[in-house]
């Protein structure tokens, strides 16, 4: 069987590229957005890991970690008293 225009008159393509154009932005929107979570979240998840890991490591009896506690106490009084 030969193809000829005639054959192919019936099929209406146009539609079918207008939805994919229609497409391409919110899926390239969704795509960037998608990659910018997950590097935010891996990227905190490894700063905030490491932080309480060294914190962990270091010896809890020593003047040096009760600043951190004390301040970490009065950052926390100072935010539930702005409440």
């Known amino acids: 069987m030969r193809a000829t225009s005639e054959n192919y008159a019936d099929y209406d393509t146009q539609p079918v590229a207008d939805d ?3 497409e391409l932005v919110p899926r390239a929107v969704r795509g960037v957005s998608r990659f910018a979570y997950n590097g935010s979240y891996w990227l905190s998840y490894g700063v905030v890991y490491a932080i309480v890991f060294v914190a962990h490591s270091l010896p809890q009896e020593n003047p040096v970690m009760h ?5 970490a106490r009065a950052a926390i009084d100072d935010l539930k008293t702005e409440e």
């Open 20 to 22: 994919d154009a229609n």
């Open 67 to 71: 600043g951190f506690r004390d301040g």
